[in-house]
Every structure is written in structure tokens, then in C-alpha cells.
């Protein structure tokens, strides 16, 4: 048997696949995929000469591209053999690293695969695939090796090339590029992308680095694994700077070119994980290494000689980044301007304002290019901002504050960082302006908060009802919250500080409002019952508590943080009242010292800090809680349970989603008094007969008008029919400064036929499932008349926020269902006032045609049964 020359091989009977791929690319020793039309997201103006290709555009090849199928008849059979082979050369190639005074197995393997493919290994049948996974299989050290002693060299390459077969050298040496992509990609993922975010995940989850480090163990092992990764990194750096002439790159050029083929959020969660106090702690950490073995000396060094790259890099990067958020930020304003759309603009400035803070935090500081490209950017949307005839310059005032709707006024008291760099408004008129649109929400918690304190003042309280107003008050104290927070109140965030204050200042004002009325009896008999208002406030806390651990269950958790913001703003409010009145004593005793005064001050300073004299709450307070707050609690076992899960919440949204098919024959005109004057609306007429000709609805509408004007009108409360027409003439004026033409449609929502339609259908879906229950488990479906309330809410896009509340009061008859689903007919107690009550939100689109629950309905209720029959 003939033996063939080194390089040739018996495997003719292969059939060689199609022609000979296109040249490959790269530059500087890292390899790139050209791609149409791709460009780089950022790139540093006037970059040197010496980064050769990689900022000019090209994507480093992360994620290599298949080329297109080939016809193949024999590829089935081929690919097992295809995967051995390619397999056997890369681990040939790899053990020429280690010895390369032994090159015959690896010039054998190429030899076969160079004559096999003419070159084109990729074209083998799963040739890419087989090449990835030999690679992955290779170890961190043998891929070091194979780039620096084999492959990533030129010298290295020919010496190899040359112990080749003349007349296969060309296709040998195209196997051989194609290895070489399959090593760059590898390469840098395991010596650059993966280290790196590691090393910001890391960095993220970890705490002060900088403490305790020589006795905390999570520390150590913290700094060992961050100073490996460092290391990593430094090593590949090293590597991919060398570029094919042999020339040194700088390790900021290869960490940029890296990012620029990095998704924007990646890229901006990398960052955010290297800003400049994380690199800080881990430099001050790694200065106390006690590195008493040379490996670890040498570890420790490569990551102190990378820190001193990393910081002025991400600084640097953070800019980049930036650039293209500048310029589409400068691209929205123009829009805005044109459009002279001002809730736009301040939108904008929002997200500049945003951009500022998130820049600033990753780079440590701004630049002045950046600072004046911000003033640019914000002079523009000030000047869109600003009232021409009142304000033509300066700071915007009080005429141009008052024109922008909550959220827009919102987004300029919030825009702190832009303050110092040209975002210049009257802080006092804008602070006042806030003042004057919260001051219902303050009448309406000011109200709850006596309606509370005369429910305790009585001689007998009654659970259901103080457990009724406790929740109203806080849902009431939530609202003023988050209507405080759209208007830029907590620039800094709402604290729980913040919900103290608000809480306090309620408290307050109503004590005082009792006492310019002459109701300060009110107050004293409240003190009588100081032991029952300190086992509310200890019951709250330890239901607020036990509570947590079940709203975190997954059936329960998006109306669990609703029903969480309940308990907690109720313990909250209870916790101020007991601190408020404890505080009014010192002033009581200098203004009474009768004998009955000095000994109700004394037994109320008695329970300050005691446990032992509180009061054993009646069943009757756990009954309504569950039926108030949709929490059952057991006081023994100190354990809570969530009756309503999400599911039962949800099954409400097909009723309401469905929408409502308009007919001519619907309109109704009606006239009503508006500042004075007759002012004529088209509405449903079934919002007519609940609105207009019954007082079964109220309404309330905030947002702004097409020309950027806020509108707004809250429900007063009227004490008389003509002063309801009266509120009801102004709540559809602002409701027509939102919706326009469009208001047919709305109001063709907001009426009983449809919203407590919905509601009592979807009730009854759930049969035994639904929330509102006797103690037994019995499930009420009420029915019958109701009254609604509507909120109105115009969001960004112009659609509406309806916060819709269906309260049906003292229900005399309803329907059940038992737990074993046997329909029965409950008659209730007429004198207990028996109600059932369901809050939900629902999106509207601007024409009424698109409607959407948003978020999970709440149910309240309160029932004394007096009969059932069958």
C-alpha cells in the first residue's frame, strides 16, 4: 500500500463542498463581521490612527453568522465524520501550545480537514458547529496558549503552514483563518464579556466593600473572586492589544470597541455596575491584600495595573454613551416646540434631567462639553415652557407654572439636576401652586380624620363602622400621597418620613378644626378610650407584619401591594393619633385642673409604654377587617391570611373590557350653569338619568386641555340639588376640555348600565368564589341600585385613567350562593346598613372606544344577615 505524502489524505471518496469562501476580515489581532448598514452606537471624534479599524464602524464578532445552506446529498452522512475531525485538529492545536517541538498530529489533522473542505470549513456540513463547541471545550489556559503560540501569531502560523503539503498550503491556511475566528470569539467571551459582567453582577449585589475586611469571610471570598476576575480581564486585554504588526493598543481602545456591539442596556448596566465609588472601595480593598504566595501577588497586581484603566475608562464611556441620548433628547424638543406641546417638553426635560443623574453617578462628575449641551437642551424646552406675554424671560413664574398641568409642573420640580444648569423656576410660586391644587385632597383627609375621631369619641364604638373610616382615611391619605408625588413634592423620593409628616399634619388640623368648632369634648372622650386606640395601633403593627410573608405569594402579590399600602397607612394614621394626643395632655391639664380632668390625664399617661392594661379587641374587629382590608388575622397564632386572591380580582376584567356599542339614539343634551352662564353638553342618556336626573354619580377630572392647560375639578361634595347641578355642570366642562367630542362615548361608560353592570355580572360569574362572604363562607351578591364615582385622570398619551367606585348601600335583599354552590335569598338587616363596595381602575382610550382594567379591583363590604331562604 502507497503511503500518501504528509498533507495529503484517503479520504477522497468526501465529496468537497461548493467554492471557497470570501476573505475574511479583522483588525488588530481582534476579528470583525461587516454588516450592512451597521453602525457604531458612540465613538470619540478625532480617534487616533493607532485604533486601525475598530472604531470605524465595525462590529466585533460576538455572534457569528451561519452562512447560507449548501446542497449537500451526502451532509447527513458527513457531519458525525466532520465533528471528529474538526474536533481532533483544535485539540491537536492546542497540544502544539504546549509542545510545539511536536508538530506532526497537528499538521496530519489540518492536512485531512484542508483537503476535505478546499479550505471552506465553515461549508462542511455543522462545520461552525463543531468548530464553537471544540473551542468551548478548551480550557481558559489552553485558549491563552493556542492565541498567543499558534494562532495569533504570524511567525507562528507560517511555521506551521510551512510543514504543509505545497498544494494544499492555501487551503490549509483558509482552515486555519476560520479556527482563528471560532478562538477571537471565544477569547473574548471568556477573557473580556463574561469577566466583565460577573464582575458587575458582582459589584452590584455586593455591600461596602471597603468594611470589615480582615474578619468578615463573605468579604474575603468577595475580594478573592472580584481580584480573579480582575486579573482575567487584564490578562485578555493584554492579549487583544496586540495588534497583527505586533504594535500595542491601549486597553481603553479594545474595552470600547467591546461596547460598542453591546446592546444600550447592557452597556448602561455594566457601567452603572463599575461607577467610580464601586472601583474605589475595590481599589482600597485590594490595597490591604495580604498576598503572601506569588500567584497571589501576581493576581493582585494585574488587578491594581487594571483598576488604574477601568476608572478613567468608564468615565470616559460614560460620555459615549451619552451622545446619542443627547441628540434624541434634542430631538423630542424640537418636536414638542413645534407642536407647542408643553406636557411633551417637560417630559423631556424629565428624562434629561434622568440622563444628567445617570451620567454624573457613572462617570463621577460632567464634563463642560456635556454641562453646555444639557444648557442647550434646556433652554429650549424652557423657552416652550414659559407664558410670551407674562414671562418673555427668566425664570418661569408663576403665569407659566400655572398653565402646565400636575404632571408637567411634576416633572420641573423634580428635575433637580437641571436646576443649576439653566432649568430656573419660581420654587416659591410652584411650591404654592401645589399648596393651592392639594388642598381638597387635604379637606377630604382632614374630614376622615374627625369622622374617626367622633366614631371613637362615642360611648360604644362600633367595629364595623371605625374599621370603615380607618380605611377610607387611609385610602384617602394614599391618594393625597400619590397626588403629591406627581407634582414633584418628594424630589428625592418618598420616604417613610415623608408619609409621617403628611399623616401628622392631618392629624392636627382636624384636633384643631374640633376645637375652633367647639368640639373639643370630642377630643377628651377620645381619651376615654386611649387603651381601645393603643390596641388598634398594636394590632395594626403586628397584622402589618404577619401580613408580609403572604402578600408575597405569587396568587396574591399584585393586589397584595395594594392591600399592603392599606395596613401599613392605617397603622401609620392610628400611630399619630395616639402621639398627637398624648402631646395635647400638658395643654389640657394647664387648661382644666378639675378633679375629673387631672384623673383622665393620669389614666392616660398610665398606658404610655404598657402593654398589660390594653384592651382584648371583640371578634367583631377581626370580622371587619377581613371584610374592610381583605385580611383574615389570627391573634393567637399571630398569622394572616389574604382572602381574595389576584384570580378573583381578574375575573372582573372581561365584564368590564367589553365596551359599549354607541347608537344615535343615546345622546341626551342637557344645559346646565357653569361660572354663571348656561353651557350645553351631549352626554349618554344614561348618564343623564344616573347624573343629571338622579344623584347617583360624582365626578372628578384632572389633567390638560390641547393647549397644554391644566384642567381640573374636584367632586364638593354638594349639600343641596341645586348646588349639585351646579358641581356637575363643572365637572363636564373639565371633562369636555379633555375628551372633546368624544364625551358622548365616555359618559356612555361612566353610568350605572354599564360600570355597575359590569360589576354585578362579574360578581355573579364567580359564584361561590366571590369576595364579598359571610363568616360561614356564604358568597353575597348584592344588586340593585348604587352609587358611582368616578376619577378621571389624563395620562401622557391622552388616554384616561377612570378610577370608577360602585358602592351599593343598605342592601335589604341579595342573592347567595353557599359554599356547596346551592343558590339561596339572604335578607339582611335593615338596620344595620348592609353595603358592598368595589374600587377598580379601567384605561380609556381618547374616543371611548378601547377600554382596559389596569391594575386589580378592591372589595369592601359589611353585612348582618337576618334571614335566608332557600
Known sequence: MNT????????????????????????????????????????????????????????????????????????????????????ALVGSLAALAQAPEEPFKAVKELARLSELSQGDLIGLPEGWKSLSSSMDELQRASLLALRTKVLGREEALAAVLKQVSPDISDQAAGVLTQIRKALDERFVNVFLREPLEELCTLLSLSSDLSLSLSSNAQVEDERSKIAELLSTLYTGLCELCVNEGGRRLEFQDVLHAHFQTLPESTAQRMLFGLRKTKLMDIHFMLSRWDTSTPDEALICGKSQGLLCTLRPWARKEAFVQAQPALRQVGKKLMQAEAAQDRRAGSKVLSDLDLLVNKTKEIAGGLTNEFIEDVRSLTKIGLNLLRDAKTNPAGPLNEHSLQRLDDASLGHLRQALRLHPLGLELDLAAADEITRQRMEGHGRRAVQGMMDVLRTLAGEKVHMPALLRQLRDLSGLELRRLLHLVELGQFASGLTENDCLTLAQETCAQAVDQLSRTRQTVVVRNVMRHMSLLKSLEAAFGKIVSSTKPALAQKAYQDGGMEIGLQLDATYRLLSVMVETLYGLLP???????????????????????????????????????????????????????????????????????????????TAQRVALVVDGQPREFVVSRWFHEDGIEHDAISLSVRGGAADGRAVRFMWPDPASPDARLQAMGAALQALDQLAGVHIESLTG??????????????????????????????????????ELDFDVKQNADDSLDVETTVTFSNIRKARGVRPDGTLVFVTLNPEAASWAQVRFTVNVSPDGGQIKVVGLPQFRHHFELESIQQ
Open 587 to 665: 395643654e389640657m391639664m394647664k387648661r382644666d385642673n378639675s378633679e375629673s380632668a387631672i384623673e383622665l390625664c393620669e389614666q392616660t399617661l398610665g398606658l404610655l409604654g404598657t402593654l398589660s392594661d390594653f384592651e382584648v379587641l371583640p371578634g367583631s374587629f377581626y370580622s371587619a377587617l377581613q371584610d374592610q382590608y381583605g385580611v383574615a388575622y389570627d391573634p393567637a397564632a399571630d398569622r394572616a391570611t389574604v382572602v381574595v386572591t389576584d384570580a378573583a380580582r381578574a375575573a372582573l376584567a372581561p365584564e368590564l373590557e367589553r365596551g359599549v356599542l354607541a347608537s344615535a339614539d
Open 4 to 87: 500518501p505524502p504528509l498533507g495529503r489524505t484517503n479520504a477522497q471518496s468526501l465529496q468537497p463542498p461548493g467554492p471557497q469562501p470570501g476573505p475574511a476580515h479583522g483588525a488588530n489581532n481582534l476579528t470583525f463581521n461587516m454588516e450592512s448598514g451597521a453602525e457604531p452606537r458612540g465613538g470619540h471624534a478625532g480617534a487616533a490612527s493607532r485604533r486601525g479599524g475598530l472604531l470605524n464602524g465595525l462590529k466585533l464578532l460576538v455572534s457569528y453568522a451561519l452562512p447560507p445552506a449548501r446542497t449537500q446529498q451526502a451532509a447527513p452522512a458527513q457531519a458525525p465524520t466532520v465533528k471528529r475531525l474538526v474536533r
Open 749 to 786: 361608560l361612566m353610568n350605572y348600565k354599564y360600570m355597575a353592570g359590569a360589576v354585578i355580572k362579574g360578581l355573579w360569574g364567580m359564584g361561590v368564589h366571590a369576595p364579598f362572604k359571610l363568616a360561614d363562607g356564604l358568597a353575597i351578591h348584592p344588586d340593585g341600585k348604587a
